[in-house]
T-cell receptor, first 112, second 113 residues
Framework: GQQLNQSPQSMFIQEGEDVSMNCTSS?????WLWYKQDPGEGPVLLIA?????ELTSNGRLTAQFGITRKDSFLNISASIPSDVGIYFC????????????FGAGTILRVKS | DAGVIQSPRHEVTEMGQEVTLRCKPI?????LFWYRQTMMRGLELLIY????????DSGMPEDRFSAKMPNASFSTLKIQPSEPRDSAVYFC???????????FGPGTRLLVL
C-alpha cells in the first residue's frame, strides 16, 4: 500500500534547540496533516496543509506542503519540555477520498 | 465542543469474550473513522463512514470485527470473539467530509488476555 517515510525516527535534543522533521512519499497527496500524540492520549491536530507550496505557522510550529505534493516538513522553534511526544505526518491521497495514510512517527525528547 | 468521545477508556477481557467499543463524534461532523494503533504496525485505518454509511472497510482485520453507525452521533466497533492479538489502542476520529481534517478521540486501550 501507500507509504509515508517519516524521519527522523527519534530525536533527543536540548531545550531551546530547533527541531525539524519531514515526510516523503512516492505518491502525490492533496492534503498534509501534522499531529502530536502525548502518552495515553489520542493524536491532536497541529497543522493542516491543503495547497502545494503552502507554508503555515501555529505558534512555534511551522509546516510546509512540498511543491511536488510528495513531501512535507514540520519545524519546531525554541523547543520546550512540553514538546515531548510523538509527531505524526498524515497525507490524504487524491484517489482515496478521505483515507489518511500515516507516517510511523517521530519520537521527540527534550532535555532541560 | 466536547471533542470526540470514546468509551470505555480501558478494557481488559479474556480471550473469546465479546468487546464493544463506543464512539460519539464531534457534533456536526459527517465522517467517522476507526483506527487501531500498535507498536508494530502504527496507526491503521479499520473502517470509515460518511453520513452513517460504511464507505471502506478494507482495513477490518477479519470477520471477527464489525462496526456500525446507527445515527450521526454514535458508532460501535465490536470484536467477537476477541483474541490476544487484538490488544491495541483503538481510536475513533471524525471530520467534516469536505474538510478532510480528522479529529481524534482519546482512544480505548484494549488488553485481551
Amino acid at each position: 500500500g501507500q507509504q509515508l517515510n517519516q524521519s527522523p525516527q527519534s530525536m533527543f535534543i536540548q531545550e531551546g534547540e530547533d527541531v525539524s522533521m519531514n515526510c516523503t512519499s512516492s505518491s502525490i497527496f492533496n492534503t498534509w496533516l501534522w499531529y502530536k500524540q502525548d502518552p495515553g492520549e489520542g493524536p491532536v491536530l497541529l497543522i493542516a496543509l491543503y495547497k502545494a507550496g503552502e507554508l503555515t505557522s501555529n505558534g512555534r510550529l511551522t509546516a510546509q506542503f512540498g511543491i511536488t505534493r510528495k513531501d512535507s516538513f514540520l519545524n519546531i522553534s525554541a523547543s520546550i519540555p512540553s514538546d515531548v511526544g510523538i509527531y505524526f505526518c498524515a497525507g490524504l491521497l487524491m484517489e482515496y477520498g478521505n483515507k489518511l495514510v500515516f507516517g510511523a512517527g517521530t519520537i521527540l525528547r527534550v532535555k532541560s | 465542543d466536547a471533542g470526540v468521545i470514546q468509551s470505555p477508556r480501558h478494557e481488559v477481557t479474556e480471550m473469546g469474550q465479546e468487546v464493544t467499543l463506543r464512539c460519539k463524534p464531534i457534533s456536526g461532523h459527517n465522517s467517522l473513522f476507526w483506527y487501531r494503533q500498535t507498536m508494530m504496525r502504527g496507526l491503521e485505518l479499520l473502517i470509515y463512514f460518511n453520513n452513517n454509511v460504511p464507505i471502506d472497510d478494507s482495513g477490518m482485520p477479519e470477520d471477527r470485527f464489525s462496526a456500525k453507525m446507527p445515527n450521526a452521533s454514535f458508532s460501535t466497533l465490536k470484536i467477537q470473539p476477541s483474541e490476544p492479538r487484538d490488544s491495541a489502542v483503538y481510536f475513533c476520529a471524525s471530520s467534516f467530509q469536505d474538510r478532510k481534517t480528522q479529529y481524534f478521540g482519546p482512544g480505548t486501550r484494549l488488553l485481551v488476555l
